[in-house]
């Protein structure tokens, strides 16, 4: 028998009492399988690894998959690619037409092959987000019309991995939260059974459990087919009993997609607890790693960041430790103890907070792991549970006399508390790092282990004897470099991906190229997609280098297959609303082989051309060679070395269409709006342009059209009646809904040209070639995009820019009373007039960092950086919203947890970055 003692400051009965929890003997427990602890790489997250050197990619793997040592993960969760734009990026797809199959695409393969050669013990899990184009058989959304044929689809990767690359892939989903048939899941299973895959088993439906646990439970025949319920973010919403009488196995098979910093950390170990009490034997996050462009949706998520190939740096998340609290004290196949408390209270604490109670099959070892976290410092984006108190410290005593034959002595402490000093390296001497600190012993008297649980700590007790001991190279992590060439000689040519690129909409592969010796880029999809029912498509796009690019000339051989196709290069292209499902901004110069003509465009779609006109060498079937150069507000772009524009841009004045408008917190989703009040006049009338000109006073620079129900295209009209219109933001995608209505504007001028952002290179549905790339920047002899920073001293003013911008600088470092200093004599405070500049430092007005909260303050005030020119001092508020929050690094980097900073030099208009990362605090 094993039980768990908790003392009168812990559970759920009145204070002034000690109460049993009992969880009865080992045999008679309701104990579940425990399958361990997962990551997923899907939605492009991966894309960079494989471009990093294959040392440094050797120590990535090693921390994530290598027993015993760092994440050690148990499962290994890949997307199955359509070619399709799925948050982050596109991955490849195996079967593009249905009679060819290609099992070398893309790059989950080496992920999974590297996973395995780790842990032959890794369990491998496949889902599809989308479907190639042709199983809609005409359908842009529905993947069913034929459940035979994506059947074969899915197991043909199986078979893929199976047959080519010697892969058990063993767990299969079925369409990334979306809907699925029955019909669907009986002729995957029948597939699977007639061709030696039997083995394989189906997780429904990856998604939302409540609607399939409602289908499984009036279909015994389809619920036989099925080997687990999958859920996504089940944070704060626990399981049903309808769900639990289904007696299947459950696992949480994607969750977290929180920004992994100390909260992000307190986000993971919470629901990894959380998880096992309401039945989830298995918890995967997305994402894995994060390898992909800084800046894009969903930056930092994950137990490592991987986002700087070409410099070699990487980083260790607060997130990976918290996960070692498992599965390095773990294994799969132990059993998950149940508490007396069962599924309502889900083991928890009197005094706050949650426990889980796992021991091995042999019951010979067991594991506890606890969480005290506040909702302040384990904030998940999800689901979040209103929040709760936890108590500033609580014993409690686990009673382990009758958990085993053989009784333990003793178990080892495990310890990580929130701490906002980043990254800090496992097992380090140095006092700032809390994270997986190994604590004393607790001894067990007559049976009992007694601790003291802090609060805003994570606890493992243990039998298991580990001595952690990372190896992580640290290098600087720097911008991308420049000058930039690539020949794309060096990917494999059967579905290999250049480096560095990041394929946003379509694919973009290594093949051979046309009239020419060697390689090219191509881009392959002919056809789009299946996606779900809400996402559409733009044109194939992929991005390289920083967001933060500013000046550069860029050129490239461009070879259009035939007139039909169009291609562009482009600078300083900004990631739109909806993950590059969208019109993007930026300055694209397209060529148009089906009408002999080149423009000079605002934005990716070319709605808004600045110039245009024809060149007799834009044609098909012939290499051309296209040039861009930006610099500042001028633009310059060359066909084959001739100049076709050499100009000064305008923004445009799009005031007139913003003016007196205010943030409108309504329920229609989709964008970003702001509600403008109409006047009597045009509120009733039925005329297009009365009621344009309630929203925009000057038409020649807005558009407007209606939304009604899922039934009515938008159109250019207004809804009579309605007491306001709807403004929509730059960027922003106003998505239809059912029994709703609204008045939609936009100012016609469209996408304003950024101030800088990524390179790309685009092109129409269909196959376009491109080679010989060359990228330069406009400063230090081409080597650099952006001008440099020019850095102060005493009484310079503190700003939020890109860790790597040049010249920044960043080597604060912390005094004896944690004051943020320079120097012993010049320190970070803040002014009068609130602004954050460095002065001398024992004044009054001396920031001081606690590391506990990651917030500087002085006395007057909390420092906040968020979209602001300069760094300000503002109100306290009791919970630390991101703005007031920054990460401490052994580097002397304070990054501010708020995602944006200025993304251009001081000389150029500021524009805030959304989901930017990497933000410090400089003087520039």
């Known amino acids: 028998m094993f039980s768990l003692l908790v003392a009168s400051s812990l559970l759920l009965v009145s204070a002034g009492t000690v109460t049993r929890v009992s969880l009865g003997s080992v045999a008679g427990n309701e104990t579940r399988e425990f399958f361990g602890v997962g ?28 027993p015993g040592y760092a994440a050690s993960l148990n499962i ?47 369990t491998l899990v496949g889902l599809p987000w989308g479907f190639a184009g042709w199983l809609g058989y005409g359908q842009d959304h529905n993947p069913y019309v034929n459940v035979t044929a994506t059947a074969d689809y899915i197991a043909r990767w199986v078979e893929c991995g199976r047959d080519t690359h010697g892969l058990n892939i063993s767990v299969i989903g079925l369409w990334n939260e979306m809907s699925f048939t029955t019909s669907y899941i009986l002729a995957l299973r029948k597939r699977f059974d007639e061709s030696n895959l039997g083995h394989v088993r189906i997780i429904c439906p990856d998604g939302d459990i409540a609607s399939a646990a409602q289908v499984l439970s009036n279909n015994e025949t389809v619920k036989d087919a099925v080997w687990a319920l999958g859920a996504h973010y089940p944070n704060g919403g626990g399981t049903n009993n309808l769900e639990r009488s289904l007696d299947m196995v459950m696992w949480s098979s994607e969750d977290y997609s929180t920004y992994s910093d100390a909260t992000g950390a307190g986000c993971w170990g919470r629901l990894l607890v959380q998880n096992l009490g309401w039945g989830y034997t298995a918890t995967i996050s997305w994402y894995l790693l994060g390898s992909f462009a800084r800046g894009m949706d969903y930056d ?95 014993k409690v005593e686990f009673d382990v006399s009758e958990i085993s034959a053989k009784l333990p002595t003793k178990l080892h402490v495990w310890r990580s508390c929130s701490d906002w000093i980043y990254p800090a390296p496992v097992g380090s001497s140095e006092k700032e790092n809390s994270y997986l600190q190994q604590q004393n012993d607790v001894l067990i008297e007559n049976g009992v282990a007694t601790l003291i649980i802090e609060r805003d700590c994570y606890y493992t007790l243990t039998t298991i004897t580990r001595t952690p001991t990372l190896n992580a190279t ?82 490239i051989d461009v070879y259009l297959e035939s007139d039909k196709e169009s291609a562009a290069v482009a600078l300083r292209v900004q990631e739109p609303s909806n993950f590059f499902r969208d019109n993007c901004g930026g300055l694209f110069l397209w060529v148009d082989g089906t009408k002999n003509q080149w423009r000079l465009c605002q934005d990716s779609y070319c709605n808004h051309t600045i110039t245009q006109g024809s060149s007799a060498v834009v044609k098909g079937q012939t290499w051309i060679r296209l040039q861009l150069v930006v610099d500042g507000m001028r633009a310059i772009g060359s066909i084959n070395g001739n100049t076709v524009v050499n100009m000064t841009l305008n923004q445009g004045d799009r005031q007139s269409c913003l003016n007196s408008v205010v943030q409108h917190g309504g329920s229609i989703v989709g964008g970003d709006y702001t509600n403008l009040p109409l006047d009597a006049a045009a509120n009733t009338s039925t005329n297009t342009e009365a009621c344009l000109r309630a929203c925009c006073q000057d038409i020649g620079k807005c558009k407007a059209w209606a939304l009604e129900d899922e039934a009515q295209s938008p159109g250019p009209h207004c809804i009579v009646g309605k007491p306001c219109c709807w403004l929509k933001s730059v960027g922003s995608v106003i998505a239809r809904k059912s029994s709703q ?81 320079l ?25 001081i960092y606690n590391r506990t909260t990651g917030m500087l303050t002085t006395g007057s005030g909390v420092v906040t950086s968020n979209q602001n ?38 000389t150029t208009p500021v524009q805030p970055i959304v989901n930017y990362r990497d933000c410090c605090l400089a003087l520039c």
């Open 869 to 906: 020119t300069s760094v300000m001092l503002s109100q306290a508020l009791p919970i630390p919203s991101d703005g007031q929050q920054f990460q401490f690094s052994s580097l002397g980097q304070f990054r501010n947890k708020a995602s944006s900073c200025l993304k251009s030099s001081p």
């Open 474 to 555: 640290k290098t600087k992590a720097n911008m991308f470099p420049l000058p930039y060439n690539d020949s794309f000689e060096n990917g494999k040519e059967d579905g290999g991906e250049a480096l560095y690129f990041g394929d946003q909409m379509g694919k973009f592969e290594i093949a051979k190229a046309s009239e020419r010796n060697g390689n090219s880029l191509r881009q392959q999809v002919v056809q789009w997609p299946v996606s779900c029912p809400w996402c559409d498509h733009s044109q194939p796009i992929t991005i390289i280098g920083d967001e933060y690019w500013e000046d550069l000339n860029v050129s």
């Open 39 to 66: 990551g997923l790489s899907g939605g492009a997250t991966s894309n960079f690894l494989f471009s990093y050197e294959d040392d440094i990619q050797n120590e990535i793997l090693d921390l994530l998959f290598k």
């Open 300 to 394: 930092s998520d994950g137990l490592l960041r991987a986002e700087w190939p070409t410099s070699g740096h990487y980083e260790l998340t607060p997130m990976l430790y918290i996960t070692m609290h498992w599965t390095l004290f773990t294994q799969p196949g132990w059993r998950v103890m149940s508490c007396s408390d069962g599924y309502t209270g889900r083991c928890a604490m009197k005094g706050g907070g949650n426990y889980a109670v796992l021991y091995s099959s042999k019951n010979d070892d067991i594991t506890i792991v606890a969480h005290a976290f506040t909702h302040s410092t384990s904030k998940c984006i999800r689901k979040d549970p209103p929040p709760w108190n936890i108590t500033a410290t609580q």
């Open 76 to 122: 290994l969760k890949v997307e199955i690619g359509c070619d399709d734009q799925t948050t982050d990026g596109c991955e490849a797809c195996h079967m593009r037409t249905p009679t060819e199959v290609n099992c070398n695409r893309g790059y989950e393969w080496d992920l999974m092959k590297a996973a395995v050669s780790r842990n032959p013990s890794v």
């Open 741 to 821: 209505s609204a008045m939609g504007v936009i100012p016609s001028i469209g996408y304003p040209i950024p101030s800088v952002g990524w390179a790309a290179l685009a092109t129409s549905l269909g196959n376009v070639q491109f080679d010989n790339l060359n990228i330069q920047g406009l400063y230090d002899d081409g080597k650099s995009a952006v001008p440099h920073c020019t850095a102060g001293a005493q009484a310079a003013q503190v700003s939020s820019v890109p860790c790597t911008y040049p010249g920044a600088m960043t080597a604060w470092s912390l005094g004896p009373n944690s004051e943020v200093q």
């Open 823 to 847: 120097s012993s004599t010049v320190c970070m405070h803040a002014g009068s007039d609130g602004l954050v500049s460095t002065g001398s430092c024992g004044s009054n007005n001396t920031i």
